[in-house]
């Protein structure tokens, strides 16, 4: 009997990690000589631990092949860090019990780098505890903030809905600005990075094109230069179109979301940058604003998922299941960039060693000179992320998306864990 | 010689108001022997005051072609609105006497209430002045408030965008909901009416489907009865996915979004209803949330343009010259609905005389009974509104939109107008 095998996901979803998940699933159903019961997590690693595993053999293969166009986690994630051995060694005990019941010679975990720390953790105890396992990491996450692979699913995805959202809402304010709004600020993700910020450099194509302004976590806030550079763009262009990450600190080292708002109470709260740095140039500059504020909108936006970005989460699917019928433990497959122009790339492989615990920053040189802007080096990077358009099925006007039955796997166990 | 014509945009742009330019213009250059000429308004009816005309005739075919996906106004807009003809006698002799000097003998104005009332006043004071033009006004709103035409060219489109988004961003947070988000909060626009709001409703097509919750500026917002029905749904479904109308406001009359938040300097502002709500529902119930606040996003969204929206947008601005041809004055084309499954529609007309200064409200009967949701009949009237995709093309993984060479036609006028 071939061993079973455990797929969970973890940490903040993305646009196309259901994508990853539909070529896991797939690829494994393709090689049942070795590979018995694909089981998720239910909400990720949470799943594991209560021993509350997924049947994903009761799916559809209609229904795994829909998981490609359907954003969000399909069998649930969750925000769960494993701590070290020593600190968890419960927890890690009570996962090989779990696997052991169940028959699991294969663990999949889909994150990002707190998730690769995770697989990594467990490739190593399985043997000193008597149950080797295959363990694969799968990379996901929209900070894009993994060593080694060339970019992270899920990155590309908001990369193209920021572009396009920021060229669409500044086009519409350059309708309106001879007579009303001037000003308009984009808040999007990255509290410690400005990859998501970046991408929205790629819609300016050629001088004077919107966003004019786009702020860094990576760049301390300066009030006065930012007025001046946005005072700038209105006379120079009549409007202003600015990208903001929420992650944008001033000198003190606050967040700016933080340093400018108190609520009713008094609280330093409610946060969103993007109101305070409109309200910020209107009191200083007196130019009529609107702001918006992305959040979950960017990183569930499947209907205008970057086609690149799919075909990435599918084949680093698809290639962890390959790599554990290789019988490659403590790995994780990645993308590798063969080529820019035109863009090409194929599947590696990184140590979970190499890969655990190491946060890629944004090159230094991807940030232009004034600290507004991206630079060449980075459109190069970024540009073939966002590549290509994967349209979902739409039904009366709704793109059509799949919920899985997700059928509960018996429980075999008489012990039970209690999350804390 | 024919005469020429004057088109302008007015108010808020939207994703398809330009589909209403192109239909306009590529329709005239089809009569040449009748109509010189389509000179633009540049920023909208400012242009007229201010003889600052834009000659459509420079633009290529494929130009013109392309507003047909091109979202904002390509001509550019203006929040101005003409007073009574005794208020602003002299900005109507201004108009007048432009017309005149271009040789202008048919005005389309595009624009929703205030615009259509503009053009009625134009349609009567032509002939007094002794320059009788053919007006004609052509419909465009997001707010959906114009009445007698079934629905307004740039609302379907916007309306789309809510519920493709809120069933996106409501998937992505049944997924957290286990350890992390279990609430999420969309504010849309929409100050005086719920259409806008009510559309995000489209996304639940069954029980316990996103949003569970929409707040519309028809209700006062009552916080416990609120309070209640998001604990509730968080503990029936995981999570509570809502949808809030920027207008909405408590028993005291104030717009919630003014009435929780002080800037740093104690001041009512920052607006964003969305992050209000979000803070109430923690602070009672201790649930973690996200929220998003789309803004201009949502209406410039044409990237996901409702595809009865753009074809009903062009079908407008094409029967606003076949009218005009036709020698009909102060009438306004509309959409009439004939047939609701399959859905279908034709083009009816309306005198400007019965538009002019008509707010269309949302039928009570589209609410629920406990005044979060929408009814059937809601649902019946919205849904055909946002059938089919319209994808615009792309290149380089982004939209290209078209952007005009916007020509200005020479000033015949020795004399100015200065804006107030």
Redesign the interface.
């Known amino acids: 009997m071939p061993k079973n095998a455990f797929y969970a ?1 973890s940490g ?2 993305t ?1 196309v990690i259901n994508a990853t998940a539909c070529g896991l699933i797939e690829t494994a159903r393709q090689h049942p000589d070795k590979i018995g019961k694909v089981y998720a997590g239910r ?2 690693i ?1 799943g594991a631990l209560t021993e509350d595993l997924i049947d994903t053999s009761q799916e559809s293969d209609a229904d795994i092949a829909a998981l490609r166009h ?5 069998f ?5 860090k494993l701590k070290g051995l020593e600190e968890s060694k419960a927890e890690y005990e009570r996962l090989i019990e779990v696997f052991k019941a169940h028959d699991i010679g294969y663990f999949f975990y889909n994150g990002g780098g707190d998730s690769q720390d995770t697989s990594h953790k467990i490739s190593q105890i399985g043997e000193t505890m008597g149950y080797p396992m295959i363990c694969v990491g799968v990379p996901k996450t929209v900070d894009n903030d993994l060593p080694i692979t060339d970019n992270c699913p899920g990155f590309g995805s908001v990369a ?1 809905y920021v ?3 920021i ?3 500044s ?10 709004t001037k000003i ?1 600020v ?1 808040e999007v993700m990255g509290r410690h990075a400005g990859w998501i910020a970046a991408a929205g450099g ?2 300016a194509e050629k001088e004077g094109d919107a966003p004019h302004i786009i702020l860094f976590p990576e760049i301390t806030f300066d009030q006065e230069k930012f007025l001046a550079k946005v005072d700038n763009a209105v006379k120079q262009y009549g409007y202003c179109s600015i990208v903001v990450s929420e992650g944008v600190k001033n000198k003190e080292g606050q967040f700016l979301a933080e ?6 109470f008094g609280h330093a ?4 940058v ?3 740095l409109a ?1 910020m140039v209107k009191s200083n500059l007196g130019y009529k604003y ?8 960017q ?6 998922a ?1 086609k ?1 970005d799919v075909e990435q989460a599918y084949a680093l699917g698809k290639a962890a299941v390959e790599l554990a019928l290789e019988g490659k433990n403590a790995v994780m497959p990645t993308i590798v960039r063969t080529s820019n122009n035109p863009y090409q790339w194929e599947i590696g492989i990184a140590n979970l060693a190499d890969v655990a615990n190491v946060e890629k920053k944004m090159p230094f040189d991807f940030i232009s000179e004034d600290g507004y802007g991206i630079t060449e080096a980075c459109r190069e990077y970024l ?1 073939p992320l ?4 994967d ?1 979902p099925p ?1 039904q ?4 059509q ?1 799949v919920v899985l039955k997700n059928i509960g796997v018996p429980k075999k166990l008489s012990s039970t864990y209690n999350l804390k």
């Not at 086009?171 to 009303?180: E, G, H, I, P």
């Not at 340093?259 to 009713?264: E, F, H, I, P, S």
């Not at 709260?269 to 969103?272: F, S, Y």
Request: aromatic share 10%.
């Open positions: 996901q903040g979803v646009a909400n990720g949470i359907t954003p969000s986690g399909a649930g994630s969750c925000r769960f193209k572009a396009v959202s060229r669409e809402a086009f519409d304010v350059a309708s309106m600005a001879k007579t009303s308009f984009m790629i819609a340093a400018g708002t108190r609520d009713a709260q409610l946060g969103g993007a109101p305070v309200e609107h702001w918006a504020v992305a959040d979950y909108l990183r569930a936006a499947r209907h205008i970057s690149t540009q966002i590549l290509g358009e349209y739409y009366n006007g709704l793109p998306y």
